[in-house]
């Protein structure tokens, strides 16, 4: 069966543009199975993947097809590397954090959390460092029989608390918060109680009292009805997770692909990125309106909290380091120094097309650098 796809969906991006291939045979059509551990209503799938899903199709004249299976109802999240490795499924919405051990120089990565401040930087920096500057995070993935071709950002995590406003450092102390990697770290250094679950989970664990408070990005609010029971938002954001892989391949199914078809499968990814990055950004500013207009109060963080962030940022590398030597992963300061490098210039990238929330054509130049950056540099396996 065959993924219905929104009629709304955006049009495909012309780059990377197919030779004619005359006399070709025709190809035999595929239907690849992804699966998805986060909601059906998730703009992943309504809007990213419609557009890519589409994009695909049309660009192997139909030879490529979809079927998603969101929510988990194929595989959740902490199953989804198992899932792709034997066969289960042809694509999937990984989240490294959940398998650190069977992907320790990637999780490396998205350890470094507390580098992230702004979701655009930081979805150009994981992809440029995965697709093009770290081979050892690559081999992670090839080793589990995947290909990667396209990771994403989520905005800043914010503490998201049911009961009490978390305002000052002191506030953090004796709450139970689900917070996973390096935002698990730093709730424990600030002496919370780091609840690791999936972020599917995090509903029923803040209705039960099992978590007084989530860190987690503003769309999640929605996304998982979160404004539901969360009463009060910390307005500064803490950092980033930038660990999500959405677009791979099992690597055996790639290997079946014709040219024409491993073209297809690449050329949409520029704008699939792009509007990931895009829905999140636009989401965070909708979805605070939304929130706030729901009765949730935004809090803004008093000094003693902010100074105790920026403490814990000027240590993190180095506890990440040592964290990352400690699952086995050989000479990390290097592929730190990679991703600090790209963080680096994504920073700048981003901040020469303009601060604050962008209009249609910053957007357009973001995917313009994306392109010509990162997927005009990569080799297609």
């Known amino acids: 069966m065959r993924t219905r796809i929104f009629t709304g969906a955006l049009a495909c991006a012309g780059f990377l543009a197919l030779a004619p291939m005359m006399g070709e045979a025709p190809a035999e059509a595929r239907e690849l199975i992804y699966s998805s551990g986060i909601p059906a209503k998730h703009p992943l799938h309504d809007v990213t993947l419609a557009y890519y899903f589409k994009a695909v199709e049309e660009a192997s004249d139909g030879a490529l097809t979809f079927q998603l299976f969101p929510g988990g109802t194929l595989a959740s999240s902490k199953v989804s590397l198992s899932a792709i490795k034997t066969g289960t499924v042809d694509m999937v919405l990984m989240a490294d954090i959940y398998h650190p051990t069977e992907m320790p120089t990637s999780v490396l990565i998205s350890d470094l959390a507390a580098l992230g401040k702004d979701a655009r930087v930081m979805t150009g920096a994981v992809n440029q460092t995965l697709v093009l500057d770290c081979e050892p995070c690559k081999e992670d993935f090839l080793n589990d029989n995947i290909l990667p071709f396209a990771s994403y950002a989520l905005t800043p995590y914010h503490f998201m608390c049911v009961s009490q406003p978390i305002a000052t450092a002191e506030d953090v102390r004796g709450k139970k918060i689900r917070a996973t990697g390096s935002m698990g770290q730093l709730a424990a250094g600030l002496g ?145 120094d990679i991703f600090v490098a790209a963080v680096e210039k994504w920073t700048q990238i981003v901040a020469d097309i303009g601060e604050g929330e962008w209009d249609e054509s910053q957007w357009d130049q973001y995917e313009a650098a994306i392109k010509a950056e990162i997927y005009d540099k990569m080799e297609t396996p």
């Open 192 to 336: 919370g109680t780091a609840v690791n679950i999936t972020s599917a989970e995090v509903y029923e664990a803040l209705q039960r009292g099992q978590a007084d408070c989530a860190l987690g990005p503003i769309p999640w609010l929605k996304s998982y009805s979160l404004w539901d029971l969360v009463k009060y938002v910390t307005a500064d954001g803490v950092g980033t997770y930038h660990g999500t892989t959405f677009i791979n391949i099992r690597k055996q199914v790639w290997a079946k692909f014709s040219e024409k078809e491993k073209q297809a499968f690449v050329q949409p990814i520029p704008k699939a990125v792009r509007i990931m990055a895009e829905v999140y950004e636009t989401d965070d500013i909708e979805i605070k309106k939304a929130a706030i207009e729901k009765g949730v109060q935004w809090v803004d963080p008093e000094p003693s909290l902010i100074q105790a962030v920026e403490e814990f940022r000027k240590g993190d590398i180095e506890r990440v380091i040592s964290i990352a030597k400690s699952r086995g992963v050989k000479d990390p300061e290097p592929i730190v």
